[in-house]
């Protein structure tokens, strides 16, 4: 998911939050929502169906409001004009990984899913996240 963020904000010239944990939350949701719904649904918002909601693929990243207006609900990709937008029109994937980590350890629990609860697998399993480049 930070290969296809890059992507997007080099196609579309948008930049990334001046916070960095902004835009590395959202990759990690991104990433989690492919992992289990095999497409990139919208970590920012609520969905009574996620399953349904990613089939519909309005909300599947880059959503639609993002492809038509340049609105961006999570603030992964942001306009010159946005109060919060950083220099930056990349986030490597360290940068990444440091701060999903570190807002883990601030919290106490896994920022995405809030429980502290290890997410497993269809067979049962646990699996870790990877990130991709």
Not at 97 to 121: A, L, T
Request: aromatic residues 10%; contains cysteine; hydrophobic residues 25%.
């Amino acid at each position: 998911m930070t290969k296809f963020t890059n992507q997007y904000l080099k196609n579309t010239r948008t930049y990334v939050s001046s916070d960095p944990s902004v835009p590395s939350l959202v990759i990690k949701g991104l990433a989690l929502h492919k992992l289990e719904l095999g497409k990139p649904l919208c970590p920012c918002r609520y969905y009574d169906d996620k399953s349904a909601a990613a089939k519909e693929g309005y909300w599947n990243c880059p959503c639609v409001p993002m492809r038509e207006t340049k609105t961006c609900h999570c603030k992964l990709f942001l306009t010159e004009d946005d109060w919060c937008r950083g220099e930056s029109t990349s986030i490597d994937l360290e940068t990444v990984k440091e701060e999903v980590e570190r807002k883990e350890r601030e919290e106490g629990e896994d920022v995405i899913f809030g429980d502290g609860e290890e997410e497993e697998d269809d067979d049962g399993g646990g699996f870790e996240l990877e990130f991709d480049e």
